[in-house]
């Protein structure tokens, strides 16, 4: 299974980025596909997820409403576009794997994640 990510850089806060991963060696609908990041000297935490099967999303907190995660799942690839960066929106942005429960249930946290990228490097400046 390889998670490849693309779309990372820097820009300037209110400025806007999408991030694109690219899945390959899964079955796209057996896994929820999501972002998420580690600022430095922060524990990686989740952004956003979206279940392959029936397009459930979830946002972490705040970050719904400047976040929207979208998937093709013709092309196995998930997106983040990201607008209205914060400085603290800075960090390393993981693409990320978690098999669908019952009922095609998923958490969107480390300890359900069983795939990860390599990640992409977004820096906002104020």
């Known amino acids: 299974v390889q998670l490849v990510e693309s779309g990372g850089g820097s820009v300037q806060a209110g400025g806007s980025l999408r991030l694109s991963c690219t899945a390959s060696?899964?079955?796209?609908?057996?896994?929820?596909l999501g972002w998420f990041r580690q600022a430095p000297g922060k524990e990686r935490e989740g952004v956003s997820c979206?279940?392959?099967?029936?397009?459930?999303?979830y946002y972490a907190d705040a970050l719904e409403g400047r976040f929207t995660i979208s998937s093709d799942n013709a092309k196995n690839t998930v997106d983040l576009q990201m607008n209205n960066l914060e400085a603290a929106d800075t960090a390393v942005y993981y693409c990320?794997?978690?098999?669908?429960?019952?009922?095609?249930?998923?958490?969107?946290?480390?300890?359900?994640?069983?795939?990860w990228g390599k990640g992409t490097l977004v820096t906002v400046s104020s």
């Open positions: 990320a794997a978690e098999r669908l429960g019952f009922g095609d249930h998923f958490g969107c946290t480390r300890s359900g994640i069983v795939y």
């Open positions: 060696g899964l079955n796209f609908e057996n896994y929820a």
């Open positions: 979206i279940g392959g099967r029936n397009g459930r999303t």
